[in-house]
């Protein structure tokens, strides 16, 4: 079937140049700011001080490359998808995907949400937002992107939605750690509403929580399949945490943690609930099941995740978003119409526009109207 609607991608990537941190960042943290430098045969890496291993470029823009050539390492900037840091470059690679507009998050901002100086986080994620709102001006209702907070304190992080807003970016990042308590703590309070007044979604993305003292057990690939369970982390926080009670108007994005999980965390979440209820803090109740904020309250979004469509009706889907990953090495580009063709083969035409374009059109305010010329409709 022929989609006569745009395609939107909820979950995009940008590649940060050379310059983005060196060029738009305080002129104190000039001299400690991120650069990109050459590793000879390692390629092209990242250098970020404080963070023990530079950030290789080799999966970060690898859309579109057969499983056997992926390599973490030995890859040159130049060699990468220009669109990852050309707005116009950008544009043919979203209609070569079938794509009309994507939401987009950082890819080295990503390594620095785990580093444990947050004065050094927060003039970096200033630089970036700085450089983030140039990228999406060139393209501004086909490139919308989510600024970054450091969360050094919950007063700061109001500033931090106010300047993300008036930079005309689309929502938050958030870090997977805050610097003052956790996210369940109440001090957070005035920090959530002022999301809900400002209209900015916040999400949590893959990546983004500092590793443990946890070994990996077996192969490597092993750790895989680790990564979503950050998110889930926090997702259970805010919500046996009493966050949505508190704020039942409050939107928050699970980022590229899948979905196909959902049904069986939100039955776990109950039965936890209801069997030991009385572990939860003095005072902390919640008024309907974790199940219910989790369905209204938490948008998810995947890419290759053929569960998610199968569970779509154990769900609520209208909380699920479809996205591309581009140009990261888990992305669907550019074969994501077939993709969507075979995977969402059973969902109804509502439940197909809801996840392919509505959810997240609704969610971030976007004008479909400025879309409407055909840009990212597809057969599937």
């Not at 003052?180 to 979604?201: C, Q, T």
């Not at 009670?245 to 980022?255: A, D, T």
């Not at 509502?350 to 840009?375: M, P």
Request: aromatic share 10%.
């Amino acid at each position: 079937m022929s989609t006569s609607y745009p395609i939107i991608s909820a979950d995009s990537h940008i590649t940060e140049p050379p310059h983005t941190y060196v060029d738009y960042i305080d002129p104190k943290w000039k001299a400690k700011a991120p650069v990109l430098k050459n590793a000879g045969e390692a390629g092209d890496v990242f250098h970020v001080e404080g963070l023990k291993v530079p950030i290789p470029m080799g999966l970060v823009a690898a859309a579109g490359k057969p499983a056997e050539e992926l390599r973490l390492a030995g890859v040159k900037f130049e060699d990468l998808h220009r669109g990852g840091w050309d707005p116009d470059a950008r544009m043919a690679d979203q209609e070569r995907d079938g794509v009309a507009a994507e939401i987009l998050y950082p890819t080295v901002g990503m390594a620095i949400c785990n580093h444990r100086d947050f004065d050094f986080k927060k003039a970096c994620f200033d630089a970036y937002n700085r450089w983030l709102a140039e990228y999406c001006s060139a393209h501004p209702q086909r490139l919308l992107g989510c600024g970054q907070t450091a969360m050094r304190a919950p007063e700061e992080g109001i500033e931090d939605l106010k300047a993300i807003r008036a930079l005309g970016l689309r929502g938050v990042m958030m870090p997977g750690i805050p610097a003052v308590e956790d996210y369940d703590s109440p001090v957070y309070d005035a920090f959530w509403e002022a999301a809900i007044e400002l209209g900015l979604p916040l999400s949590f993305h893959i990546l983004t929580v500092r590793e443990g003292a946890n070994v990996v057990r077996g192969p490597r690939m092993n750790s895989f399949l680790a990564i979503i369970r950050g998110c889930q982390d926090i997702m259970g926080m805010l919500i046996l945490g009493g966050v949505f009670e508190r704020h039942p108007q409050l939107k928050v994005v699970c980022v590229e943690a899948d979905a196909g999980w959902v049904p069986h965390y939100m039955y776990r979440m109950d039965h936890a609930y209801k069997r030991h209820r009385y572990w939860l803090p003095a005072g902390q109740k919640l008024s309907r099941l974790p199940s219910e904020y989790f369905a209204e309250n938490i948008y998810t979004t995947f890419q290759d995740d053929w569960v998610a469509f199968k569970t779509a009706d154990l769900m609520n889907w209208r909380r699920l978003m479809w996205a591309n990953d581009f140009p990261h090495s888990d992305s669907t580009w550019p074969l994501s119409q077939e993709l969507l063709q075979e995977h969402g083969r059973e969902l109804t035409p509502e439940q197909r526009r809801g996840i392919l374009c509505d959810n997240v059109a609704k969610l971030y305010a976007i004008d479909l109207s400025t879309l409407s010329d055909g840009e990212g409709s597809a057969a599937v």
